[in-house]
């Protein structure tokens, strides 16, 4: 299992490295940077003519490397992360950018492993339930269900959601986790349920999404295997029905959700990034919109890279889960 790990480690290396040359050059092909932004404000805000501005954008390109080539750009900021573990200055947020992560990437992570773990317990739940009672109300019922959570899109999810708390329930805290009195507090119980109050449309969006699928596919699959020849003979044994289900029917309905586990964790972290732009949450989203539109390159760079480390990071643990349910998968990447 070590050397399994060890071979999908080396693998993602050089995925990880053309993904960063890509992000980075995609990032850059729009024309202007954070000078521009920096001329655009000392024209619009302090009155200064446009020489000005932009004798002082072209000395801030000059201090910060914007003038280089971007060859020259790229290869300063991987060397710095592979070096030193520096990712760059935050012009906009005028500290360094690991701390920018710091601050959103863990609130972001845990936003999405809720919203995870919500979706895969009630989707293989409702897909349990609904294929065991296949063509009845209950299934027709969780089938619609399952067909909006994968159809709406999330943002209009999101924009229908803040219309009705702003306008028919007069809610106000919108784009915080927590009430004024609760910012600076200790944890508490009340704090707590504070933070649930805040957060619970980001939560339910994007968890509704990951529970149409996991419902969609633990369903069809379970419908396949509930006809197999071997669950047949299970029932044949005078097992009970719950029996030859849980027993024997789903442990082997669940493998495609497990590869479903590679992408799971970046599918739930667009789904909270989606709906934390809406919401204006302190979170990545909101910091990667905000990066782009003044051209703090080295903050989008950054949280692209992260998001991709998570696909590829997910994917080696839903190969290391089914490595650990099959052991033909063992011997195939042993062979």
């Known amino acids: 299992m070590l050397r399994f790990l060890l071979m999908r480690i080396a693998s993602a290396i050089p995925v990880l490295f053309v993904l960063s040359v890509v992000t980075f050059a995609i990032i850059q092909a729009p024309p202007g940077d954070y000078a521009d932004y920096i001329r655009s404000q000392l024209i619009n805000q ?22 280089k080539p971007l060859v020259i750009q790229y290869v300063n900021w991987i060397k710095g992360i592979i070096t030193e573990g520096d990712f760059g200055y935050s012009m906009y947020y005028n500290k360094p950018v ?38 009845s109300w209950i299934d027709n019922l969780l089938s619609g269900i399952s067909f909006l959570g994968m159809t709406v899109p999330r943002f209009l999810m999101a924009l229908i959601i803040v219309y009705l ?13 927590f009430s004024p009195q609760y910012g600076g507090a200790p944890w508490s119980w009340g704090k707590f349920v504070d933070l649930v109050s805040h957060v619970w449309p980001v939560v339910a969006i994007a968890t509704f999404g990951g529970l149409a699928y996991n419902m969609r596919v633990m369903r069809g699959n379970l419908l396949d295997t509930l006809n197999a020849q071997y669950v047949e003979t299970a029932r044949a044994k005078g097992l009970s029905e719950g029996a030859v289900v849980m027993r024997h029917a789903v442990p082997n309905a669940v493998h495609p ?11 739930m972290l667009t789904g909270e990034i989606e709906t934390a732009i809406i919401f204006s949450l302190p979170t ?39 490595a650990m349910l099959d052991p033909r998968v063992r011997q195939y990447e042993g062979a």
Do not use: K
């Open 46 to 67: 302090s009155g200064a003519s446009y020489a000005q501005a932009e004798a002082q954008a072209q000395a801030y390109r000059a201090e910060h490397g914007l003038d």
């Open 98 to 135: 690991a701390d920018v992560v710091g601050e959103r990437l863990p609130r972001t992570l845990a936003l999405a492993l809720v919203c995870h773990l919500l979706a895969s317990v009630l989707g293989i739940a409702f897909g349990i339930w609904a294929a065991t009672r296949q063509y």
């Open 165 to 177: 708390l702003v306008f028919h329930f007069d809610v106000s805290e919108i784009g915080s986790f």
């Open 257 to 267: 959700l497990v590869m479903y586990q590679g992408v799971v964790l970046p599918y």
């Open 284 to 322: 990545v989203g909101p910091a990667i919109v905000g990066s782009m539109a003044i051209g703090d390159v080295y903050v989008t760079a950054t949280f692209m890279m992260v998001l991709s480390a998570t696909l590829i990071i997910g994917n080696i643990i839903a190969d290391m889960l089914l």
